[in-house]
């Protein structure tokens, strides 16, 4: 005798491996797990992206209050920003006053100079309707 996972009652096995009571039990039972598969992994992307959107705001509110200030790398890891989480990069060529990566949080940007000066900017936010993107306007 064995018990049917899914309808939990006595059965007598007819094949050896015989899981099920019956064929309908076990596609029930299955597309009920996977079901649940599913929903646990979109539950699971949806708190990824939002915890994700979470450390960016906080990034760029901290940012925001600094903003067109040189502070200090320890200030901003004090306040909790989180360096390994940007919107996007922009490398300063050396037709700029600067050259080296300014590492932006949406409108609001920094760059590290000698590994502790910490110069924080902001840039203007542009709807592209043509290409159906967010521009940054360049300043320099
Ligand atoms: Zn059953």
Not at 43 to 60: D, K
Request: glycine share 4%; hydrophobic share 25%; with cysteine.
């Amino acid at each position: 005798m064995r018990i049917c996972p899914h309808c939990e009652q006595e059965f007598e096995p007819k094949r050896l491996n015989s899981k099920y009571c019956s064929r309908k039990c076990q596609y029930t039972y299955n597309n009920r797990k996977a079901r649940q598969k599913r929903l646990q992994k979109k539950v699971e992307n949806t708190n990824t992206i939002e915890n994700l959107n979470r450390i960016l705001m906080r990034n760029r509110n901290i940012l925001q209050k600094y903003a067109g200030q040189t502070i200090t790398v320890e200030q901003l890891q004090q306040e909790s920003f989180n360096f390994n989480y940007i919107t996007y990069f922009q490398k300063l060529t050396g037709k700029r006053k600067r050259t080296g990566t300014a590492f932006f949080c949406y409108e609001y940007g920094y760059q590290i100079i000698n590994g502790t000066t910490v110069e924080v900017t902001s840039r203007q936010l542009k709807w592209d309707a043509l290409e159906g993107i967010l521009k940054i306007e360049d300043q320099n």
